[in-house]
């Protein structure tokens, strides 16, 4: 064994630096082929929005709505809000929800890429059952069937990211998911652009159009090795040692080996991962497993990426005027990521969160200012004002898409030990998709009730979960994946509840 003593998480202290290897074109690939699950979630989130403010879904599905949108209404903010409606957006994140619980045992039983072919294959079926669908029974069926996908897609890949990547590059691989999931949004905007012409089914086309990365998400799930972690765990020790000298490179991963080796004996020493993950030594985790992900949401961009062309429109904006900027939207998201990618690794996950975070509190603020003194029940914003609006909330989501939107799935996919991995990755996905059904479900009502005020109700969210990053996370930035620990050891506020 290299180095140290085992501590209570069941691995040496602190040898990172005996890690050996290289970023490998092999890991590489294998890290892009499993980032295409992300792309699941994100076409998802882009096409809801694009197909709900189509006047035939509308006619066929939520007749009621269309004859809102068609006729003088008492209320500008309130043209959309329908509970029918936003069941078809919010339904699948639902279904989401109780399969990533159901997801957290497959995916420590029988490895991450098994998890990802399931994923892929309840997302073909779901983008079919929509795409031919008709009736609304029907229509909540495959969108039930879409989030089983996402909650076991959303599951697995993070964990499979953050396992095949090399420690000082594992942020940036790791936004791999969150750069497919942006992609996805722009790709979804794009298509909605474009299929909205295509009268009176260029919906169905939309909907159905999601089956293409299931497939190559299934086809490449089937092909990808499993994490030398995964293969360890579940007892194939020489099977993980080559998959882990294949990926780095090198046959010198004594090191590296051994921490995976000794976290694993612990986490096959645990029955009850769920049960276990309540202990005090896990509690830090545990919580940032759970406020990430909620902060994740409460900084309100999943209503602007659900609703983007319903809010547009109801701001005055022209049908395709509505979806172009929706399109703009998803088109700054997928770039803004990229910033993320190139910085994470260098100054850290801490600056990218708290300054993303006050980029985002200023851009909530002026947004409800405008619409506070230029827009109201009735009266529709000027051309100008409107291009303003536009303009700011492209502001707003480029700093989501290089702060909150990678790194609330970067930090919970890399903070757990071995042994609460999986079931801590399942509470992160499960409280993520909680949230984006409650936003979903309610942001239309909100929208009628709080009106421009809406906007300064997340940016109040965003000014809490910006102090608790300062005051609460840790950087991890360069520390291995099995070595968390220490972090939680070593911090002003942690230590006191772990080393208790």
């Not at 096959?268 to 759970?290: E, Y």
């Not at 990430?292 to 983007?308: C, D, H, K, W």
């Not at 200012?369 to 529709?380: A, P, R």
Request: charged share 15%; proline share 3%.
């Amino acid at each position: 064994m290299a180095g140290g003593s085992i501590g209570p998480t069941g691995v040496s202290k602190e040898r990172a630096e005996e890690y050996k290897g290289r970023v490998t074109a092999y890991v590489i690939v294998a890290c892009l082929v499993a980032a295409v699950g992300g792309s699941l979630f994100g076409y998802d989130i882009g096409i809801s929005g694009g197909v709900t403010s189509m006047d035939e879904f509308l006619k066929k599905f939520f007749p009621t709505v269309y004859r809102n949108k068609q006729h003088a209404h008492e209320n500008n903010y309130c043209k959309y809000n329908n509970q029918g409606l936003a069941a078809f957006t919010s339904s699948l994140y639902l279904a989401g929800l109780v399969s990533s619980l159901v997801a957290s045992p497959i995916t420590r039983k029988y490895g991450r890429r098994g998890s990802i072919i399931c994923g892929g294959v309840s997302f073909i079926i779901g983008a079919t059952l929509d795409a031919s669908a008709v009736n609304l029974v029907m229509l909540i069926l495959g969108r039930i069937m879409l989030g089983v996908g996402i909650g076991f897609g959303n599951q697995a890949v993070p964990l499979y990211l953050s396992e095949m990547a090399p420690t000082h590059l594992r942020g940036g691989l790791n936004m791999m998911f969150q750069l497919a999931t942006t992609l996805g949004i722009f790709t979804a905007n794009m298509i909605n652009y474009g299929t909205q012409k295509l009268r009176p089914s260029g919906w169905r086309l939309s909907l159905g159009l999601a089956a293409v990365p299931a497939i190559l998400m299934t086809v490449g799930g089937m092909l990808l090795p499993e994490t030398p972690n995964s293969l360890i765990e579940r007892g194939s020790e020489e099977k993980g040692r080559k998959v882990l000298e294949k990926i780095r490179g090198t046959s010198d991963v004594h090191a590296e080996l051994q921490d995976i080796i000794d976290a694993s004996e612990l986490a096959k020493s645990i029955q009850h991962p769920f049960r276990n993950i309540l202990q005090r030594r896990n509690r830090p985790q545990l919580v940032m497993a759970i406020f990430m992900p909620t902060f994740q949401i409460l900084t309100g961009i999943n209503s602007i990426l659900f609703y983007a062309p319903v809010l547009f429109q109801s701001m005055g904006f022209e049908r395709n005027a509505s979806l172009y900027s929706s399109a703009l939207t998803g088109a700054v998201l997928a770039s803004s990521t990229f910033i993320s990618i190139a910085t994470v690794d260098k100054w850290g996950r801490r600056a990218l969160l708290i300054t993303g975070g006050i980029q985002m509190i200023i851009c909530q603020v002026i947004v409800a200012i405008i619409l506070g003194l230029k827009f109201s029940s009735e009266k529709e914003l000027s051309k100008t004002y409107s291009v303003v609006v536009v303009v700011i909330i492209c502001l707003f989501v480029m700093a989501f898409g290089w702060s909150w939107g990678p790194l609330g799935w970067t930090v919970p996919s890399e903070i757990f030990a071995l042994e609460t991995r999986s079931a801590g990755q399942s509470i992160t996905v499960a409280i993520n998709l909680f949230f984006t059904f409650v936003i979903g479900q309610s942001f239309l009502s909100l929208l009628c009730a709080f009106r421009f005020g809406i906007f300064l109700f997340f940016a109040a969210w965003i000014t809490l979960m910006t102090l608790f990053v300062y005051l609460f996370l840790p950087e991890t930035k360069g520390v291995p994946i099995e070595e968390m620990i220490f972090l939680w050891k070593k911090h002003w506020f942690w230590k006191n509840i772990v080393n208790a």
